[in-house]
């Protein structure tokens, strides 16, 4: 038996608990990992609440990412003892997830754990940190250099948002970090952004063109904040969208993309390549610091996460929670 978050869908309702499972709540997979930590992204406070359509397949573990420990594997590139990394591939989703002490899934799914991070630290990285390094993959892949301008970066309190600060700060990019938490200015300066603005300026429906500003931007909230970052990037400027915090849509004109030359960059993390991820956890290991990463991350017990989860959703957390699951 082992310990792990359920959710279940049903007559009763959409609910989610900590349970006693065994292992008949396990998925199938040629590795069995002992999850040491997971941690909760966005994705996971909209399965854990039912707010957002994540959950695919009932009843189901959440948790997208988990760092542990090989228990049994038939999988040729693992041993038991292995220390791995998992982010993504649709477990949490459709295939029992993190949020437990045991996790089954297909080898080709894990990452090893890098030498430069402990498992906590993996998890305080997690889905979010690693998305932010490929947000900043992508503006280098679009030749965005320091000397460009500034780089923007809304939802900058979040996860995906608070690792993009202290990443692309880190590289010597001048950052302005966009924010509904204006009173969060001295954490959010601490990670390396250079000035803070109210995210209230790009919420609104704004028009086709603004002033241009931006060299780069990293997006995690979508809608017309993703259309009035567009509409104020520099020419030949590069915008990265990896989220929806504030919407799905995107109520945008052509505009900066046929007048400016800008470049609009989708970021997805669920089934990115293996060879992208590992150059992200490597580029992770040299441009993260570890001491920024403990101020942007707080610890929390398995039975925490549903309370927590909750708190995500209303964008009341800031930066990374890291889940213990055994204690
Ligand atoms: P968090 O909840 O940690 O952060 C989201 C932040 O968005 C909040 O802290 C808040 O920042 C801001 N925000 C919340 N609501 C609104 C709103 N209505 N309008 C404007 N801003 C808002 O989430 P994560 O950092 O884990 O994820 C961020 C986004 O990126 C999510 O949408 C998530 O689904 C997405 N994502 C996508 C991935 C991919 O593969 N494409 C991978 C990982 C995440 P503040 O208080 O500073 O304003």
């Known amino acids: 038996m082992f310990k792990g978050i359920l959710i279940q869908k ?22 069995t990992v002992q999850v040491g930590y997971s941690t909760l992204n966005y994705k996971d406070g909209l399965a854990i609440t039912g707010k957002g359509p ?22 040729p590139d693992y041993r038991p003892g292995d220390a791995v990394v998992l982010n993504g591939w649709g477990v949490g989703e459709v295939h029992p997830g993190g949020l437990a002490q045991r996790i089954r899934l297909k080898g080709d799914w894990l990452v090893p754990l890098p030498a430069a991070f402990s498992a906590r630290q993996a998890m305080a990285i997690g889905t979010a940190g690693y998305t932010a390094m490929l947000c900043v993959l992508a503006l280098e892949r679009f030749g965005v250099t320091p000397d460009h301008g500034e780089i923007l970066v809304t ?12 990443v692309l700060a880190r590289l010597g990019f001048t950052v302005v970090a966009s924010t509904g938490r204006v009173e969060e200015a001295d954490y959010l300066k601490s990670l390396g952004a250079a000035e803070i603005i109210d995210r209230a300026q790009f919420s609104e429906p704004g028009r086709p063109l603004g002033k241009e500003r931006w060299a780069g931007a990293v997006d995690t909230v979508g809608s017309h904040t993703l259309a009035n970052v567009c509409a104020t990037a520099r020419y030949r400027g590069v915008v990265t969208a990896c989220g929806l915090a504030q919407g799905m849509d995107l109520p945008a004109t052509v505009a900066p993309f046929i007048l400016r030359g ?16 590992l150059v992200a956890w490597e580029r992770l290991a040299t441009d993260l610091d570890m001491a920024k ?7 929390i017990a398995l039975g925490d996460v549903i309370e927590a989860a909750g708190q995500l959703v209303q964008g009341r957390i800031r930066g990374r929670v890291v889940v213990d699951v055994n204690r």
């Open 10 to 31: 049903d007559d009763a309702g959409y609910r989610a608990a900590l349970q006693e499972l065994d292992d008949s709540a396990l998925g199938d997979g040629d590795v």
């Open 54 to 75: 994540v959950v695919r397949r009932f009843p189901m573990i959440p948790g997208i990412d988990m760092a542990g420990t090989v228990e049994h594997s038939n999988h």
């Open 155 to 166: 939802g900058a309190n979040g996860g995906v948002g608070s690792v993009a600060v202290a």
């Open 262 to 277: 800008v470049t609009l960059a989708g970021i997805d993390s669920v089934m990115c390549p293996r060879p992208e991820r």
């Open 293 to 299: 990463l403990d101020l942007i991350t707080r610890e």
